[in-house]
């Protein structure tokens, strides 16, 4: 009861539960997003107006319910503001209204990615942030970028699952008349958004072989012989990672034995792992992991099976990331090389919101500073595209300070 007047909430909690059948509402693997969308067209339409996604656990509320007679109240305002000529809400510096389609909740890359937009996008900062985790599925992905459009937030930010299929939607937002913002892995079908905020995932593939090249020369190791993990399919990231990386390989007549998808996962990568040493035992000796939980499951596989690993291992262990637990195994030497991609966007995103607030025009491609981190001091520098690298050895100052 709410000013002496009973309310009606609707709670939609935990994975595709709710308290309608999957046939009410358009049927396959429902997604809290579907019900929503469904239930705007139900019989709960006349509550009409907007639904507040809340992170962790998804609770959904029906906002509007509470908040009919203030959001009726706001669209006046916004009329008459627009009438008069003053500000629309979000360039007058009032609450800035963004929607977040992350990919998922797959690695602990991605935890500090969404971490990092909740922090920076919160409400103490004036930001009213809806938050979709499209558990890495690019039919929700999509469906959660039109929901933003119908609720007509101020800014949609977008990790693209994957790189394509992108074009439609983009020119819907465009339509709309909402500026996107891209993050981390890239799109490579449209160029329908403001900006990029993300890394150079193939020059990440060019260290890890620049590096294994020196490596491999300076232990004098002549034969190489690489089993990859990738990431997930059809994401920049596994595309760039796993081009740049063949590019090394194939200059320096390498053998990549195999190379399948670990989907960014521990799991994934420990599957893999497993499956490839029943079919390569005793015939490999470096394995390259595209994100480090898929390097944690790979080392358990291993390690089940009595390979040694890492520094003092007969196989070479390269992973990419570089997140805290990641690098905790390069200092105690389990992962050789670990080559960092920095998930912390969100600050640089701010900034391309506020040029945009101030009627300026951002950069299109903002790219993220990472390093590249190693056990031994064999090597001080690679050679990345022409250009002297560092490397860093791990220490635990590095360590704590990691994301
Ligand atoms: C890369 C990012 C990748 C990470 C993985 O920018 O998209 O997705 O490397 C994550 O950890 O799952």
Same mark, same amino acid.
């Given at each position: 009861?709410?000013?002496?007047?009973?309310?009606?909430?609707?709670?939609i @909690?935990?994975?595709?539960?709710?308290?309608?059948?999957?046939?009410?509402?358009?049927? %396959?693997?429902?997604? #809290?997003? &579907?019900?929503?969308?469904?239930?705007?067209?139900s019989?709960?339409?006349?509550?009409?107006?907007?639904?507040?996604?809340?992170?962790?656990?998804?609770?959904?509320?029906w906002?509007?319910v509470?908040?009919?007679?203030?959001?009726?109240?706001a669209? +006046?305002?916004?009329?008459?503001?627009?009438?008069?000529?003053?500000?629309?809400?979000?360039?007058?510096?009032?609450?800035?209204?963004?929607?977040?389609?992350?990919?998922?909740?797959?690695?602990?890359?991605?935890?500090?990615?969404?971490?990092?937009?909740?922090?920076?996008?919160?409400?103490?900062n %004036?930001?009213?942030?809806?938050?979709?985790? /499209?558990?890495?599925?690019?039919a929700?992905?999509?469906?959660?970028? &039109?929901?933003f459009?119908? #609720?007509?937030?101020?800014?949609? !930010?977008?990790?693209?699952?994957?790189?394509?299929?992108?074009?439609?939607?983009?020119?819907?937002?465009?339509?709309?008349?909402?500026?996107?913002?891209?993050?981390? &892995?890239?799109?490579?079908?449209?160029?329908?958004?403001?900006?990029?905020?993300?890394?150079?995932?193939?020059?990440?593939?060019?260290?890890?072989?620049?590096?294994l090249?020196?490596?491999?020369?300076?232990?004098?190791?002549?034969?190489?012989?690489?089993?990859v993990?990738?990431?997930?399919?059809?994401?920049?990231?596994t595309?760039? &990672?796993?081009?740049?990386?063949?590019?090394?390989?194939?200059?320096?007549?390498?053998?990549?034995?195999?190379?399948?998808?670990?989907?960014?996962?521990?799991? %994934?990568?420990?599957?893999?792992?497993?499956?490839y040493?029943?079919?390569?035992?005793?015939?490999?000796n470096?394995?390259? /992991?595209?994100?480090?939980?898929e390097?944690?499951?790979?080392?358990?596989?291993?390690?089940?099976? %009595? !390979?040694?690993?890492?520094?003092?291992?007969?196989?070479?262990?390269?992973?990419?990331?570089?997140?805290?637990?990641g690098?905790?195994?390069?200092?105690?030497?389990?992962?050789?090389?670990?080559?960092?991609?920095?998930?912390?966007a969100?600050?640089?995103?701010?900034?391309?919101?506020? +040029?945009?607030?101030?009627?300026? @025009?951002?950069?299109?491609?903002?790219?993220?500073?990472?390093?590249?981190?190693?056990?031994?001091?064999?090597?001080?520098?690679?050679?990345?595209?022409g250009?002297?690298?560092?490397?860093?050895v791990? @220490?635990?100052?590095?360590?704590?300070? +990691?994301?």
């Open positions: 009861v709410i000013d002496g007047t009973e309310q009606k909430a609707l709670f @909690t935990g994975k595709s539960h709710c308290d309608r059948s999957a046939d009410d509402c358009g049927g %396959g693997g429902l997604s #809290q997003y &579907r019900v929503v969308q469904y239930l705007c067209q019989e709960y339409a006349e509550y009409g107006g907007s639904a507040k996604f809340f992170f962790r656990g998804i609770r959904l509320f906002a509007d509470f908040e009919t007679d203030d959001a009726a109240a669209d +006046q305002t916004e009329d008459s503001a627009e009438a008069a000529g003053t500000e629309s809400s979000a360039a007058s510096g009032d609450t800035v209204t963004i929607g977040f389609a992350q990919v998922g909740h797959e690695s602990d890359w991605r935890t500090a990615s969404t971490d990092s937009c909740l922090s920076v996008f919160s409400a103490d %004036g930001y009213d942030l809806q938050f979709v985790d /499209c558990d890495n599925d690019s929700v992905q999509l469906e959660a970028v &039109r929901g459009i119908e #609720q007509d937030v101020d800014y949609i !930010i977008i990790d693209p699952i994957v790189s394509t299929g992108w074009d439609t939607v983009l020119t819907e937002c465009e339509e709309a008349g909402i500026p996107v913002i891209v993050i981390d &892995r890239t799109i490579d079908d449209s160029d329908k958004y403001v900006s990029w905020v993300g890394s150079n995932f193939k020059t990440e593939g060019l260290a890890a072989g620049e590096w090249k020196a490596y491999t020369g300076a232990k004098g190791i002549s034969d190489v012989n690489v089993l993990i990738e990431g997930s399919t059809g994401a920049s990231a595309i760039g &990672r796993t081009d740049g990386f063949k590019e090394i390989a194939d200059a320096n007549g390498w053998n990549i034995l195999d190379s399948q998808t670990g989907d960014f996962t521990q799991a %994934g990568g420990q599957e893999v792992m497993e499956s040493i029943k079919s390569y035992e005793g015939k490999f470096v394995v390259v /992991c595209q994100n480090d939980n390097a944690f499951g790979a080392m358990d596989a291993m390690k089940a099976a %009595g !390979i040694s690993y890492g520094v003092d291992g007969d196989v070479i262990l390269v992973s990419f990331d570089a997140c805290t637990a690098l905790e195994y390069v200092m105690s030497g389990d992962i050789n090389a670990d080559f960092e991609c920095n998930p912390l969100a600050p640089f995103v701010e900034e391309v919101i506020k +040029q945009l607030q101030a009627g300026e @025009t951002p950069e299109k491609e903002v790219y993220m500073t990472e390093h590249w981190f190693v056990n031994e001091d064999v090597l001080s520098t690679i050679n990345v595209n250009e002297d690298q560092d490397l860093t791990v @220490t635990k100052e590095i360590v704590d300070a +990691q994301y």
